[in-house]
C-alpha cells in the first residue's frame, strides 16, 4: 500500500496595507505662498535685467501683473498634478478673484495714501478752529467750510431719508403690482443715473424763480442734494424690505395688528441695519459734491450758520476753489487744498462707524 503525503504549501507573503494619509494628494498650506514668492523673485530678476539693460526705471507695476499671471499658471499646473484637475481649476479661480480683488484695492489704496500723506502736513488746531476772512497767503482754517458741510448735509438728509423710506415702504407694502408703483420704480431707476450737475441746476432754476437770478443760499445746496440721495434711499431701503420674510408680517397679521404697526414694529427693525447702509451710501455718496454746491451754496471765506441766508461754504468747494484759485505762496493754497480733502473723508469714515453702530444697536436682537 502506497501512501502518499499532500506536498508542502508554502504560506502566502505578508500583505502589506499602505496606509493613506489624509493629505495624500493635497498640497501643504505653505505651497501656494512659496509658489507666489518663487513667482515673485523669477520675474523681479527678468524686469531687473530688463531695466538695466534699457536703462529705465524699474516697473513695479508690470512685475506685479506679470507675477500674478505667472503665479496662476504655475499654481494651476502644479495642483492639477498633484491634486488634480478639478482642484487646479478651483485654484485658478480662486486666484482670479483675489487678483481681482488686489486691482480693485489698488486704486483706492493710492488715492487714501496720496490724501493722507499729501493732507496731514496741513491739519493743526489753526486750520481746524479759524476761516479764511481776511487771510491772504498763508495761514486761515477750514472751520467756515466743516459747519457748511456738515449744515448742508444734515438738511438735505433730513429733507431725502423720510421721503426714501416712506416711498420705499409704499412701493413694498402697498404698491405691488400697481402702475403708480411701476411709474414710480421708473422715474427712480432715471432719477439714479442723473448728473449731479443737473440737480444743481435744478435746484437754482426754482430758487431763482422765487428770489431771481443770483441767489445763494445753503438750503439751495441741501435740495440739490436731496435730490442725488432720493433715488439711493429708495433703492437701497426697497431691496432690504423685500429681504424681511413674508411669514413674519402673516404671524403679525395673524394676531390681530394692523398693518401699519406691523410695518414699523417687525418689518422696519428686521431691517434697519441694511436700510441704515442703504443711508449712509447715499449721504457717502453727495457729501463730496461740488459743481451743484458752486451753483447752489457759493463760495465764502467767512462762517455762515444760517441755511436760510447769504452764501455757505463746504469742504469739496472750499479745496477746489483753493486749487484753482491758487495765490502767493502757491504752496499754501495746494496745502489746505489737500488737507480739506483730508477731513472730508475723515468725516465720511466718522459717519460710517456711526451708522455701524446705529444698526447694531437697533438691529433685532436673537434669542427673545
Known sequence: MTLTTAPTQTPPPPVVREHLRLTSGHLPGWAPWAILAASGVITALVF??????????????????????????????????????????????TGVVVSAFAVAMVPLVSVAWTVLSNGVAALSAEFLSSSMRNVVGEGGGILHAIVGTLLITLAAAVISIPIGIFTAIYLVEYGAGKRLANGITFLVDVMTGIPSIVAGLFAYALFALFFGPGIRMGIMGSIALAVLMIPVVVRSSEEMLRLVPNELREASYALGVPKWLTISKVVLPTSIAGITTGVMLSISRVIGETAPLLLTAGVTASMNYDLFEGRMMTLPVFAYSQYMNQGIPASAYIDRAWGAALVLILIVMLLNLIARIVAKVFSPKLGR
Open 48 to 93: 531687473g535685467v530688463l531695466a538695466i539693460a534699457a536703462g529705465s526705471e524699474f516697473s513695479i507695476a508690470g512685475w506685479a501683473v506679470v507675477t500674478a499671471l505667472v503665479y496662476l499658471v504655475l499654481i494651476t499646473a502644479i495642483s492639477s498634478l498633484v491634486e488634480g484637475r478639478r482642484k487646479g481649476v478651483d485654484r485658478l479661480v
